[in-house]
């Protein structure tokens, strides 16, 4: 079976643009949650989709948004770049509640 | 605030011997938890989880222990191999899995050969 793929693996953008992440969970996997992880950090949770609904949302500005879609791909925007965006994003899927998460390998955004 | 806490940013082991990664949590609500290793330029990988009504589990050279009253766990990893060189992070939620994960910052293992 497939594991959680991410793309693009490497980006870099510079202030003031934006960016879209995706992430295409194992299949048969209904949730998808979005974690960033920054140098000495642990995984910071961004938010989670389960079934196309916003399940819950981390403490992260209005910047970082993100959606589901019927297929339970799920994508990442993060408008008006910041350097401090600078980050390993991570997306993990689960089937349903109580399930173990698996992670995918991430994509690690520059911001210049 | 942070709720899961490493205290040791690193831990250098011998290979053979055992390895102690400790996790600290100060949330009463969590009753679930699970330990992530991860290696360079890949995701978290799962590798073992253990729930309140229980105080080990094991799986293979893993074995995880709660000590709920002192909110405690430890991961043991015996006998320790180079490839278990990596970072590996403590994470906690509730059994509904309707909160999110909160994952502490991590502990980096070395395993000398």
């Known amino acids: 079976k497939a594991g959680v793929t991410q793309t693009p693996r490497y980006l870099i953008k510079t202030r003031g643009q934006q960016v879209t992440l995706s992430c295409s969970p194992i299949s048969g996997h209904r949730s998808v949650s979005w974690y960033q992880q920054t140098p000495g950090q642990g995984l910071q949770f961004l938010f989670e989709y389960f079934s196309e609904t916003q399940r819950n949302k981390g403490n992260f500005p209005g910047r970082f948004s993100g959606r589901q879609f019927s297929n339970s791909r799920s994508e990442m925007n993060v408008s008006t770049l910041e350097l401090g965006d600078s980050a390993l994003y991570l997306c993990?899927?689960?089937?349903?509640?109580?399930?173990?998460?698996?992670f995918g390998p991430g994509t690690r955004l520059l911001v210049l | 605030d942070q709720q899961v806490k490493q205290n040791s940013p690193s831990l250098s082991v011998q290979e053979g011997r055992i390895s102690i990664l400790n996790c600290d949590y100060t949330n009463s609500m969590f009753d679930y938890f699970l330990w992530y290793k991860k290696y360079p330029a890949e995701g978290p990988t799962f590798l073992i989880s253990i729930s309140s009504i229980k105080d080990k589990n094991e799986d293979g050279r893993f074995t995880v222990f709660l000590n709920k009253s002192a909110k405690h766990l430890s991961l043991h990893i015996v006998p320790s191999q180079p490839g278990d060189s990596a970072v590996y992070f403590c994470?906690?939620?509730?059994?509904?899995?309707?909160?999110?994960?909160?994952f502490g910052k991590g502990t980096r293992l070395s395993v000398i050969a």
């Open positions: 993990a899927s689960r089937k349903r509640e109580r399930e173990t998460q698996y």
């Open positions: 994470a906690a939620s509730d059994l509904s899995g309707n909160t999110p994960l909160v």
